[in-house]
């Protein structure tokens, strides 16, 4: 049923945690548009945290989804922040009752999973959007319309890079709660279910038909250890100083990514000592990079070919310097290559003019550097406007859209383990 448009939304937090806060956040700007009426989550500091943000009564926190399913239909729709192994087990008793759903990738674990969440949304009738971000960045999505227009012709080729960075790769896939496989997505899905959703996004639903992949888990193991190094950074390195995985380095002299290095520590004081002490003690982002209990790759390259005889193709790269998302296209007529980070891609066509070789414009997309190049607000803008019913944008993910990325994702892990090529089937 649509919403009322005289009212704003009304959603609740399912999982308070760094992407749902994010996202629910927009209320905040936009009260007319979105009003956040509780929170369900397992954790009590987050419960609290949510109520004094958005202002809503402890009748509206809940212990899980659960529970706040049990209580019926309570508001418009859910923000579904949970970690990976949750989303599905969280959606499905939730779109039974009633709710829409804005739900963060990677939709679920497994193919099986994805199948079944969309088997339940279509039975239900909910509106389910993926938080495929990177859609509404004004660089990719300026980059689509450039396609749909006609401006390079039908597309032969899609090339994209992911250049995830040391300090990235070190702080979500190596000492972070994406290190592992028994966490519930390899780091191909969790860190590029968006690239693999913009390639087939940019083949503008032309279905992939087969998938192959190689990659391994290279730098961050034991016997890479350099000399010197020990247990955690603050302890027992003699190489710290000169280590650019250095805990101390990464979160607190660089300053970044607080809200992974001091979830475990985010019910104290916010102060160095604290955080110093944490690292030193038993802080997972405090250990040494060569040796944690990580098990995912830290690189990982995917071909896919489609069913026009188009083919993609994707890298991962962890341990980059710089991070920064590339991509190259060619069509029929034309090409568009970029860096997101740059913030402007170059359109080029043949120009065979003595004298010229080709022809090329510079296309500037005002990106900026944070909320995935600004992504992530124009993705709950986008939420509330299809609630509305007022007509999609071209960025709209929703969950049958965003079903060939995960395709392609899980066949490209099966293919990657068992050295094999393997169809994909809608
Ligand atoms: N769209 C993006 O670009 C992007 C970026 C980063 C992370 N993510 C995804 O966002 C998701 C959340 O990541 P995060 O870092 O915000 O996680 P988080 O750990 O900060 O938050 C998850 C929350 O879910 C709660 N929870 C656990 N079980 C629950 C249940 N049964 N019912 C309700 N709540 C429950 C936890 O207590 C926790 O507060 C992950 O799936 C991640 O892959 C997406």
Sequence with gaps: MLANKSKPITAIIVGAGHRSICYAKYSLKHPDELKIVGVADPNEYRRQQAMDLFGFGKDMCFESADDLAAKGKLADAIINGTMDLQHVPTAIPLLEVGYDMLLEKPIATSEAEVRQLYAVAQKCGNTVMICHVLRYAPFYSEIRKRIASGEVGDIISVMTEENVSYH????????????????????????????????????????????????????????NAPEGSGER?????????????????????????????????????????????????????????????????????????????????????????????????????????GVQEDGYFILRHPDARKGHEWSEKKIETNVSNDMHGGGDLLLVADFVRTLLGEPRSISCTCLEDSIYGHLIGFGADQARVERRVMDIVK
């Design 168 to 223: 990235h790769v070190a702080t979500a896939f190596v000492r972070g709660k994406w290190n592992r496989l028994d966490t519930g997505s390899t780091m191909l899905m969790s860190k590029c279910c968006h690239d693999l959703d913009l390639i087939t996004w940019m083949k503008s639903g032309i279905a992939p038909k087969a998938v192959s992949s190689f990659g391994s888990l290279m730098q961050f193991r034991l016997e």
């Design 233 to 337: 950074c603050l302890v027992d390195c003699k190489i710290e100083k000169d280590c650019p995985y250095s805990a101390k380095k990464n979160y607190i002299e660089q300053g970044i990514w607080g809200f992974y290095a001091w979830q475990s520590i985010e019910d104290q004081e916010q102060t160095e000592e604290n955080w110093l002490k944490s690292l030193a003690t038993d802080n997972p982002h405090g250990r040494c990079v060569w040796r944690c209990d990580n098990d995912v790759v830290d690189h990982q390259t995917v071909a896919v070919e489609f069913a026009d005889g188009a083919t993609a193709s994707h890298n991962m790269i962890g341990g980059t310097s710089r991070p920064c998302r590339t991509i190259h296209l060619i069509g029929t007529k034309g090409e568009i290559y």
